[in-house]
């Protein structure tokens, strides 16, 4: 009941959350953020007593009987990659119930609810080793986020949660068919009936249908990466959702796909992972080059950051194909720091949100005038999303790159230019949100306030030749207080635990790619034995 546990306390959380609205609309938000620390503490605990002995890939272990008939067990187990990947979701849980505390005003109850059920459904996801479990954990974190997109979502919620939905429905109703074929030629072939991962893995199946059967689970992760041209849901479902749920779905959400890849799709279907390789690298740098160019054409802030996305996550599944272990921890790496990172950037856009009631670039610029906090933190976070060395992003590209340069380097090429496109439009964000002149939404565009130069110029030019000079009437500028409000404390401590932790990925990563090499070993071993040339 060990790791069982992990899911079972965000989901009676969730239950306790939505029943205590009755008593007092701020508890639930507070039993949330005890039910968060709590899990934090669990896995914790559980991380540092673990009873299998640290030569075994796996910390945890535990089965137990669900549906004895059709061989259908509760097995979950933990190993590194499971735990880094939990963590990253308690804690972006966390910076996600920071957001929520002062957005979220109505049906407090049941937001909280879905909210907590969503990163249930997600731990599930890492933990789950029986395939039907899996599957009912992967439905599981799609329904409640459907609700948090249609319910607390902006204009056009129901229109993008809807196309949530219909995609990532789609995507895992292949993979649960693909599940089922999986198990029935399996079954064939050693007469075993089994769901298990551990009892799958160690004999692939060798019909020719493998690279069908291996389709059906790639759509679905990649669907939920996203990869171009399985992406148009993305940016949709990130305009619309609130700022938690932008957070959950860029920081975690997407996650799950490129985990699926390394966990199930690498070491179940050896042989048809070789056939699908230079397909799927083609999406990859696709995706890297595609993304990059739309988020440069995008004036929405939040569509700029959901396209980057794409472009990023192009570089998880350039590493999850490349197929060498420097590859691999580059793109677990890469997960993890895009999760910091776009977390951080969709909490900065939503707080942008409520100070100007807007997210187009068209109606607000030279925020560092009022908000240099906020400001600093947005030119942080972008630069750390191009790469900036030192950072945690940089470590899981350069990784990537590298490994794929070893095997594919065209691939490893054209992906580089991502780079270079990734710099032009983080760039242009910064340029337009933080810099020039102060132009916010309610004043005149066209008449921006001037700059204390420009007003100095302006008034000498005014006293050296009035007569001749008509000088505009520009708007004064406030002076103080502000009438923009910049980072409270709790946001300011939100956001530097998510700067420490892209600092710390990127100056000393090597206890995580400790970490990571004994579960990826195993990928690629597996990988190897079924007899494909790594």
Known sequence: MMLFLLVLIPLFGGMIAWYSQTFN????????????????????????????????????DESHVWIDRLNITAHFSMDGLSLILILLTLL??????????????????????????TLAGIIGVFLAMDLLLFFVFWEV???????????????NRRYAALKFFLFTQAGGLLMLLSIIALVVFHYQETG?????????????????????????????????????????????????????????????????????????VLPLFPDAVHFWSPLMMTLAVASIIYGALMAFSQHDLKRIVAYSSVSH????????????????????????????????????????????????????AGLWRYLPQLSAMGLFFAIASLGMPGLGNFIGEFLILVGSLEQHANFAVLASLGLILGAVYSLRMIQKSFFGPFRAKDSDPSRPVPTM??????????????????????????????????????????????AAGLVL??????????????????VLTLYAIAGSAL
Request: aromatic letters at 12%; hydrophobic letters at 50%.
């Open 453 to 498: 130069e420009v007003q100095s110029n302006l008034a000498s030019m005014s006293t050296d030749d009035t007569a001749s000079t008509e000088v505009p009437e520009y708007k004064k500028t406030p002076e103080h207080p502000t009438p923009y409000p910049d980072l409270s404390l709790k946001e300011k401590l939100t956001l530097m635990s998510i």
């Open 192 to 264: 075993q009936l089994s769901f298990d991962y551990h009892v799958l893995i160690l004999a692939p199946i060798t019909s020719p249908m493998a690279i069908w059967i291996s389709l059906g689970f790639i759509i679905a992760f990649l669907v939920k990466l996203p990869a171009f041209p399985f992406h148009p849901w993305l940016p949709d479902a990130h305009t619309q959702a609130p700022t938690p749920a932008s957070i959950i779905l860029a920081a975690i959400l997407l996650k799950t796909g490129g985990y699926g890849i390394i966990r199930f």
């Open 141 to 155: 974190m799609l329904v409640p986020m459907y609700f948090l997109i249609a319910i607390w979502g902006h204009e």
């Open 313 to 364: 996550m192009g570089f998880v599944l350039l590493g999850c194909f490349s197929l060498n272990m420097i590859a691999l921890q580059g793109a677990v790496m890469q997960m993890l720091a895009h999760g910091l990172s776009s977390a951080a950037l969709f909490m900065l856009v939503g707080l942008i949100q409520q100070r100007f009631h807007t997210r187009d670039l068209h109606q607000f």
């Open 25 to 60: 609309s701020k508890l639930p938000r507070r039993i949330s953020l005890f039910t968060l620390l709590a899990s934090l503490a669990y896995i914790s605990i559980l991380a540092l007593t673990s009873p299998l002995p640290r030569s075994s890939q796996w910390l945890f």
């Open 92 to 117: 972006i849980g966390l910076a996600a119930l920071s957001s929520a505390w002062s957005e979220i005003e109505k049906h407090q109850g049941f937001f909280y609810f879905n909210f907590l059920w």
């Open 505 to 522: 990925l990127g100056l000393h990563p090597q206890p995580l790619l400790d970490m990571l090499e004994q579960p990826l070993t195993q």
